[in-house]
Nanobody
Framework: QVQLVESGGGSVQAGGSLRLSCGYT?????MGWFRQAPGKEREGVAG????????IYADSVKGRFTISQDNAKNMVYLQMNSLKPEDTAMYYC???????????????????WGPGTQVTVSS
């Protein structure tokens, strides 16, 4: 059974930075970071292919967030810089084992999810 656990969330002022970490079991081919604010739908933030390291980002975070991985440690990271109040949300790590395609920002493309970690950005 695949397990994912996020960490690194917290409260920060606008313009600050946070680094989220996700530890997982198994050997998924694709990993993603998603977020969900109260009253809003879950939004794909970034994705990465575990083998090639191909990345994808939502337009709203391009240039500010960076997804990376350490396959030897079964870890995926999300470095978040220049944080804005609108980045406030619960952030989730997701994993998928499909053998085709590339990383996606669609929640339907992932079968396994972590419990989430809260990020709060104050103005």
């Amino acid at each position: 059974q695949v397990q994912l656990v996020e960490s690194g969330g917290g409260s920060v002022q606008a313009g600050g930075s946070l680094r989220l970490s996700c530890g997982y079991t198994g050997w998924p081919y694709f990993m993603g970071w998603f977020r969900q604010a109260p009253g809003k739908e879950r939004e794909g933030v970034a994705g990465i292919s575990r083998g090639r390291g191909t990345t994808i980002y939502a337009d709203s975070v391009k240039g500010r967030f960076t997804i990376s991985q350490d396959n030897a440690k079964n870890m995926v990271y999300l470095q978040m810089n220049s944080l804005k109040p609108e980045d406030t949300a619960m952030y989730y790590c997701a994993a998928d084992f499909r053998l085709y395609g590339g990383p996606t920002l669609q929640a339907s493309g992932y079968n396994y999810w972590g419990p989430g970690t809260q990020v709060t950005v104050s103005s």
